[in-house]
């Protein structure tokens, strides 16, 4: 069993849709987890960080993690045309040098339709 | 602006022919990393930099070496690329402070690589 799953499938929505995105875990020792926004060709960027359980808002942007399911989303309400990207799950079990190593997921293809 | 910066953004080379990829940052992190991503996959971590101090992952293959002349730069060597080694190459950054923790990974914009 992979330590991320995130399914890769391209997601297709229309502009003003909610995007919603997951990934599942394996490692209990998650405690920090992460979406990168990688555009095509480009290098990811940090989008949205939460530490432990719980929601997080931002903007537009809402990520939620259940430990206890080991589960984590992410959400995009109002999606733009310019939201179209790979969106990559990323977690780490500390933000300690030697314990800080990211395990991503695959990514999942966004295409916001206008 | 502080970045992180990769050259060249696109690299086409020839199977067995030697190539180095280069990543500088103006960020004054003290920490380098190198990832390898090919299509629809998690990027991987090769290897990285705290200081000199030289951090292999135990699956790296020999065939990639990585040299860190100063903070600013870090290159990332193929000594003899295979198909397989086709791939999107992705540098980060981040900075460990002193009392242990470390900040979020800062990415550049990746150098593709095309063998031949």
């Known amino acids: 069993q992979k330590e991320v799953e995130q399914d890769p499938g391209p997601l297709s929505v229309p502009e003003g849709a909610i995007v919603s995105l997951n990934c599942t875990y394996s490692?209990?020792?998650?405690?920090?987890f992460m979406w990168y926004r990688q555009y095509s060709r480009k290098g990811p960027e940090l989008l949205m960080y939460?530490?432990?359980?719980g929601n997080k808002e931002d903007g537009r942007f809402t990520a939620q993690v259940d430990k206890s399911s080991k589960y984590i989303s992410l959400f995009i309400r109002d999606s733009q045309p310019s939201d179209s990207a790979t969106y990559l799950c990323?977690?780490?079990?500390?933000?300690?040098?030697?314990?800080?190593?990211?395990?991503f997921g695959k990514g999942n293809q966004v295409v916001v339709i206008p | 602006d502080a970045m992180v910066i990769q050259n060249p953004r696109y690299q086409v080379t020839q199977f067995g022919k030697p190539v180095t990829l280069s990543c500088s940052q103006t960020?004054?992190?003290?920490?380098m990393y190198w990832y390898q991503q090919k299509s629809s996959q998690a990027p991987k971590l090769l290897f990285h930099?705290?200081?000199?101090?030289?951090?292999n992952e135990a699956d790296t293959p020999d065939n990639f070496q990585s040299r860190r002349p100063n903070t600013s730069f870090c290159f990332l060597d193929i000594r003899s690329p295979g198909l397989g080694d086709a791939a999107m190459y992705l540098c980060?950054?981040?900075?460990?402070?002193?009392?242990?923790?470390?900040?979020?990974?800062?990415f550049g914009p990746g150098t593709r690589l095309l063998v031949l």
């Open positions: 980060a950054t981040s900075r460990k402070t002193t009392s242990g923790g470390q900040e979020t990974q800062y």
């Open positions: 490692n209990s020792a998650f405690q920090y």
């Open positions: 939460t530490y432990s359980s």
């Open positions: 990323a977690m780490s079990a500390g933000l300690y040098y030697g314990n800080n190593r990211l395990a």
């Open positions: 960020l004054n992190h003290n920490v």
């Open positions: 930099y705290y200081d000199k101090d030289f951090n």
